[in-house]
């Protein structure tokens, strides 16, 4: 009877470790053109749960495999198809020793253009490079940007990579307890910047949450969602042959959509041909480049985040408690 509980348990444990499968989904299709980027009919796979708020999901193309974050557990998941759901780095964004809550850990991930880890870190308010190999990753960090003129970041969130490797990355208050209004939050913006040749650079300060932030391709427009309830707008910006910023608009103002059903833009990523997925109000919103809404994967619960898989026909989205796998082409 010993032997038969145990085979059960082990048993139990494979099939918690394998996707769940079932659910169906209808595409929201608004212009023609989305058919020739997903399916019409999407099959979500939950491939894993449990967790207090997942986001940054990066996919390591060498190993095949997905890393997310899980904020306020101040820790580093991974999944593969041949290991499932291990723990991959703790501490992954507050190396601190006093005990504290909120959203400390480490938020956006990103791969540079030399293969090393990037993390935006909420707890020590800095981004990052793992000093370890992916294969071997260990909470050893080198800060990339710690403050701005003296002063300590908010907490930055979310880092886009330039083809020339630079760092773009956004400085929200969400790692700070008391937002906006914590009496540690020593700069009065919150921005996003750049990182070049280990200089930082202030490009905006006028948005009220910068969040998610990507380039289209070629470089020269990246996309910044803002994830203020009172203004959930995506915007673009152009550079210049200096890189400057010039050029602000705005390339989606959700506004409407969010007052229905809530859940602002935040992260997003863009595929190869310049069609953006974005996390947003009621799911995954698809844009061209020009700001036309393609459309939607409509999803329950909040969603935070997405990335690519290696052939851009499997998208992973950070879901609230949950990280779900869509196979978006047969």
């Excluded at 209808?26 to 207090?52: P, R, S, Y």
């Excluded at 809550?101 to 990103?110: D, F, K, R, W």
């Excluded at 152009?238 to 602002?264: C, H, P, Q, T, W």
Aim: hydrophobic letters at 40%.
């Amino acid at each position: 009877m010993k032997n038969i509980c145990f085979f059960c348990f082990l048993m139990l444990l494979q099939a918690c470790a394998r996707p769940q499968t079932g659910k169906i989904v209808q595409v929201e299709i608004l212009d023609a053109a989305v058919k020739n980027i997903l399916d019409e009919k999407l099959e979500i796979e939950v491939i894993g749960t449990g967790f207090k708020w997942s986001e940054g999901p990066l996919w390591l193309p060498e190993s095949k495999t997905l890393i997310f974050s899980d904020v306020p557990n101040n820790v580093i998941h991974s999944w593969s198809e041949a290991a499932g759901l291990k723990k991959y780095l703790e501490p992954s964004g507050y190396t601190g020793s006093v005990p504290r809550a909120g959203e400390m850990g480490s938020n956006g991930l990103a791969l540079s253009n030399d293969n090393k880890l990037l993390l935006c870190q909420h707890g020590d308010r800095k981004v990052v490079a793992m000093n370890a190999p992916l294969t071997q990753p260990k909470p050893d960090f080198l800060t990339l940007a710690g403050n701005f003129e003296g002063k300590k970041f908010n907490s930055p969130n979310d880092v886009a990579v330039h083809s020339n490797g630079d760092l773009y990355f956004t400085d929200p208050p969400y790692g700070l307890r008391g937002l906006d209004s914590d009496t540690t939050k020593e700069i009065p913006f919150n921005g996003v910047y750049r990182i070049s040749k280990g200089k930082v650079t202030l490009l905006v300060d006028t948005l009220t949450k910068p969040n998610g932030i990507a380039f289209l391709p070629g470089g020269k427009t990246f996309i910044v969602a803002n994830s203020d309830g009172a203004k959930p707008i995506w915007y673009a910006f152009d550079l210049d042959e200096r890189d400057s910023v010039l050029n602000a608009r705005i390339f989606y103002n959700a506004k409407m959509e969010f007052d229905k059903v809530g859940g602002g833009p935040d992260g997003l990523k863009v595929d190869k041909n310049g069609n953006v997925f974005a996390t947003g109000p009621g799911g995954i919103w698809i844009f061209n480049q020009s700001g036309k809404v393609l459309g939607k994967i409509n999803l329950e619960g909040r969603v935070s985040n997405c990335a690519f898989g290696d052939d851009e026909k499997t998208l992973f989205v950070t879901n609230a408690d949950k990280v779900l796998r869509i196979k978006l082409k047969k």
